[in-house]
Structures are given as C-alpha cells and as structure tokens.
Nanobody, 126 residues
Framework: QAHLVESGGGSVQLGGSLKLSCATS????????MAWFRQAPGKEREFVAA????????RYADPVKGRFSISRDNAKNTVFLQMNSLKLEDAAIYYC???????????????????WGQGTQVTVSP
C-alpha cells in the first residue's frame, strides 16, 4: 500500500522560505513522476510543480516559477519542494502526489496522479 507523508509545513513571514518534504513507501518510487499541488481555502486544488522519475525534467506553475524548486532523492524515496520569497497567496495545504510515468515528462493534471499524501499546511503572515 502506497504511503506519502508530507512534512515541513508551518507558519512563515512574508518573503520567507520553507522546504517541504514528502517521504514515500509502498511503491517503486523510481518509476513515478512526483508533484506538488496545493489547495487554499475556498479554492480548488491546483498544480504547483512536478518532476520526472529521474529528476531530469521538471515543470512549474507560472505563479511559482523562479521562487519554488522541486527535487527528489531516489535513494531516500523522497521528494522536496523548496519555497522561497513566499507570498500571502502561497498559503495553502500542500499535497504531494505520484504518477506512474517512465518518460521525462511530468504532468500538471491531477487526474494522472495515482497516489496522494494527506497534505501539510503552509501559512504566510504579513
């Protein structure tokens, strides 16, 4: 059974940084593209960033380009999201997700993702 556990969320001041982690187990991590999505109160869940199984390809939503960086450690079955220059609108619950995909393309479409974590809260204060 697949397990994805996010951590690293918390409260940070405007302009600050956080690094999220998603530790996984129960599936072959190296065969999966990984992504981060987020959901703010009253809004739909949206794509943030994704990375291919090898780490050789990544993509970002426009609002986070240049500020967020996704990475993975296949030896530790973990994916990360480094978030810098945080804005008020970045406040949300952040979810990691896994998509069985062996090419270098990672999807921004939620329906492609097979496994999901429970989320970690990120709060940004002025």
């Amino acid at each position: 059974q697949a397990h994805l556990v996010e951590s690293g969320g918390g409260s940070v001041q405007l302009g600050g940084s956080l690094k999220l982690s998603c530790a996984t187990s129960g599936f072959n991590f190296r065969s999966y593209a990984m992504a981060w999505f987020r959901q703010a109160p009253g809004k739909e869940r949206e794509f943030v960033a994704a990375i291919s199984w090898s780490g050789g390809g990544s993509r970002y939503a426009d609002p986070v380009k240049g500020r967020f960086s996704i990475s993975r450690d296949n030896a530790k079955n973990t994916v990360f999201l480094q978030m810098n220059s945080l804005k008020l609108e970045d406040a949300a619950i952040y979810y990691c997700a896994a998509d069985y995909r062996l090419n270098q393309i990672s999807s921004a479409y939620q329906g492609d993702y097979d496994y999901w974590g429970q989320g970690t809260q990120v709060t940004v204060s002025p």
